[in-house]
């Protein structure tokens, strides 16, 4: 397109107190030549607002650098169409709150983002977004237990086609042996009858519903909104197209073997909670040992879980799984002495009723870590546990039963580890450390990256444990239920429901030719300029998504509708051939540049900082809001993640003559907190690379530095910008000053 840019420079929110709105307009006239500059009292406002859009009808303005607030407010209404080009600089939160007024540092602070806005105004692309012919909007639920009956059900009533694969002859999964739920309504103190019979009936007349029993998912292969799908069903073979899939395919529970001197395996009167549930469902419990009626029971919790011998977290349902048990006893039999040994009673919401209710109901209530199950010489079963108070042993009466509440282990956490292609010779060893694929034979992508989601350490599928449960790391696979985290039956329902939800926003947004998440609604997409590409293969390496595949010669294969558009292609790219209509390293490189310098004998450092738009740059909006006030000589660039951060950018700035290059980015690590996983983790290691460099150039690698930090840290930001240019000017001058 033709541009016909437009400069506004707002005055309100205290920006025009704090610095010469005027002298601004000289930046953008004197320098950069643009035709049409105005200021205003308040652009947001009625007024502002009708001189933006009478310039845009009759002046035919499609470019607008707002010089005012933050980029994170206002959106809608600085929204000019989508054939408008609009950057925003932020004067009001970054400088003229955080700064003091009239100050010739302030007013520099304010000339230097104007300059850079207006670079990326010019050097910004309208983007095309990428659009598949005939998108699939169908829904694949793999898994036919309550999250996934859930999610296909929906799914359906939402109005898209779905497709359920459950691998058994039967759809209910672990519903398949519970005799009663855990109460669900007032007053929370009766376990609930349920009909699954009537729920799978439900599902099976729906006539938007594909229901394959005895089945299971052969490969998926392609990408959001064309997955092709091949299922293998009683030797024949299906194929069918789907939008997004929900993997729901459950857990299991932990193998009572592995715990030993709890007596499973050595005493046939220690069962599991799921075997007694079958035995309430088939008639009633009996001693294994004898088949006599069962005169007295304990129930031993956390059998396996919350142990870092076993299962290291807490398995969310068994405390409530054995009151309920406990109930079946005592309704039965109100004299039947029951014992449940806890260390912890997670009975949360609602179950605290239920809780109460077994109290009345006269349960006895151990709080200890079991130590060991015995034969007591009689035939009988006694408990040993340590009070949780005193420390001192506790030792049951004769028990008729022992019950192991044993933890849940998903169906994700069977196989081996996958491995990464091994570089051949000549080729660089990829610096990503090795993923947490596991192959488990349930979705069998084909992905470069490997057949299954990356998962946590314990097996779960990995997530933005904060911003996005239920988002796995390939894009349009969302986990529900038990598979996805240890969960209740009510809760799963309820995962059930969400992830359905988001394929449904995946489908829609990306037949539209948008991302989902985080950057929901980015029309732009990495474009890769392949006569310079190496075949390096760091971009497929260090994707986080699996978004790009490789043909036979190593070439990249990306998959647009599977990129997250988080541009750590671009960061790894040392030939730089990946780009972004908005967003590329010659138009970062050139924003660097237009910065003014101060010479050294000004005494004015310069500090460019490289912001994550995640958590930082709304850290550094909030620390606006707050007043709180720091080193004017930074320079900030939001950028998509620091993992899109490419080197030359560091050679760049250090070639100017800036004195300090600061990176803030997302907490990584085990519990991460970076929007595109490996982020911040990708910038360290290479951050860590061109410090070596510029030790070799008596450069201080000190000049570098990477901070990681949440929204929440924003009252740190002030000491974090402030001791780090202590430190630029303890270094003194860059030497390449002046060059």
């Known amino acids: 397109m033709e541009k016909k840019p437009g400069v506004y420079i707002c005055a309100g929110c205290g920006i025009g107190s704090a610095m010469d709105v005027q002298a601004l307009t000289k930046v953008a006239v004197g320098e950069f030549k643009v035709p049409v500059c105005q200021t205003h009292e308040c652009l947001c406002g009625k007024e502002g607002l009708a001189l933006l859009h009478a310039h845009r009808s009759e002046s035919g303005i499609n470019t607008f650098v707002l010089a005012a607030c933050s980029q994170r407010v206002m959106t809608d209404v600085f929204d000019f169409g989508p054939d408008c080009i609009v950057e925003r600089v932020n004067l009001r939160e970054q ?145 069918e197209r789907v939008g997004a899939v ?66 290291p977290y807490c398995s969310a349902a068994c405390c409530v799984e054995s009151l309920k048990q406990a109930k079946y006893f005592k309704a039965a039999d109100p004299a039947v002495p029951v014992y449940v040994f806890y260390r912890d009673l997670r009975a949360h919401g609602t179950y605290e009723l239920f809780y109460k209710e077994l109290q009345k109901d006269g349960v006895l209530f151990v709080r200890g870590s079991v130590t060991s199950v015995s034969d007591d010489g009689s035939g009988g079963l006694v408990v040993q546990s340590d009070d949780v108070l005193t420390g001192s042993p506790v030792l049951s009466e004769s028990i008729d039963l022992v019950v192991l509440a044993t933890g849940m282990v998903p169906t994700t956490a069977f196989g081996e580890p996958f491995k990464a292609q091994t570089p051949k010779e000549g080729e660089e060893e990829s610096s990503v450390p090795e993923d947490a694929v596991l192959i488990s034979n349930l979705l069998n992508l084909e992905y470069r ?9 314990y097996g779960f599928p990995d997530s933005h444990f904060i911003c996005f449960p239920y988002e796995s790391r390939r894009t349009g696979i969302y986990a529900a239920g038990t598979v996805r985290a240890p969960m209740d039956y009510a809760r799963a329902e309820v995962d059930g429901t969400g992830a359905a939800l988001k394929a449904i926003q995946c489908v829609e947004m990306v037949a539209e030719g948008k991302a989902v998440h985080p950057r929901a609604g980015d029309l732009t997409y990495p474009e890769f300029f392949m006569q310079r590409c190496t075949q390096c ?20 294969l990306p998959n647009p509708t599977r990129c997250r558009r988080c541009g750590v ?44 738009e995640n958590d930082a740059y709304p850290a550094l909006d909030m620390a606006g809001i707050k007043r709180l006030s720091y080193n004017p000589w930074v320079r900030f660039i939001p950028v998509r993640c620091l993992g899109s951060i490419n080197l030359v950018w560091i050679a760049d700035a250090l070639s100017k003559g800036i004195d300090g290059i600061l990176l803030l980015g997302c907490k990584h690590g085990e519990n991460y907190q970076c929007h595109f996983i490996k982020g911040s983790e990708l910038a360290e ?40 240019a202590a430190r630029v000017q303890e270094l003194g001058a860059n030497p390449y000053k002046g060059f």
Not at 102 to 110: I, R
């Open 95 to 239: 400088v003229a709150w955080c700064h003091r007024p009239g100050e010739e540092d302030t007013l520099m602070m304010a000339e230097d983002q104007l300059r850079m806005g207006i670079i990326r105004a010019r050097e910004t692309e309208l983007p095309a977004p990428f659009c598949i012919e005939g998108p699939s909007r169908k829904v694949l639920v793999v898994g036919g237990g309550l999250a996934g009956i859930t999610a296909a059900r929906e799914a359906a009533k939402a109005g898209y086609e779905t497709v359920l694969v459950e691998k058994t002859d039967r759809l209910g999964g672990y519903l398949k042996g519970v005799h009663k739920l855990p109460p669900l309504g007032p007053p929370y103190e009766e376990p609930e009858e349920f009909n699954l019979e009537e729920l799978v009936r439900e599902l099976e007349e729906d006539s938007r519903v594909t229901v394959y029993t005895g089945a299971r998912v052969g490969r998926i292969s392609g990408a959001p909104c064309m997955f092709d799908v091949q299922i293998l069903q009683n030797g024949s073979e299906i194929r």
């Open 246 to 311: 929900v993997l729901a395919t459950g857990s299991v529970p932990y193998d009572p073997q592995r715990l030993e001197g709890l007596g499973y395996g050595t005493y046939p009167d220690v069962i599991t909670a799921s075997e007694l549930e079958s035995m309430f469902q088939n008639g009633g419990p009996v001693r294994p040992s004898n088949g006599q009626p069962v005169k007295s029971v304990a129930f031993v919790l956390c059998a396996g879980s919350r142990d870092p011998r076993h299962l």
């Open 449 to 457: 990256q490997g057949p299954e989601l990356p998962a946590l350490k």
């Open 537 to 556: 293969k760091r971009c497929t390496e260090e994707c986080p998504f699996g978004a790009i595949n490789e043909d036979e010669k190593a070439n990249p």
């Open 569 to 612: 292609c671009m960061g790894a790219c040392p030939e730089r051939i990946v780009s972004f209509k908005n967003y590329s390293v010659a138009m970062v490189g050139n924003m660097i540049k237009s910065m003014e310098v101060p010479e050294e004998d000004e005494e004015k450092p310069r500090i460019l900082v490289l912001v994550c």
């Open 685 to 724: 290691i290479r951050m860590s690379k061109i410090q070596e460099t510029l030790n070799r150039l008596v450069l201080e690698s000190d000049r570098v530095r990477l901070e990681q930090i949440s929204v929440a840290d924003y009252p740190r930001l002030p000491g974090i910008l402030d001791e780090f």
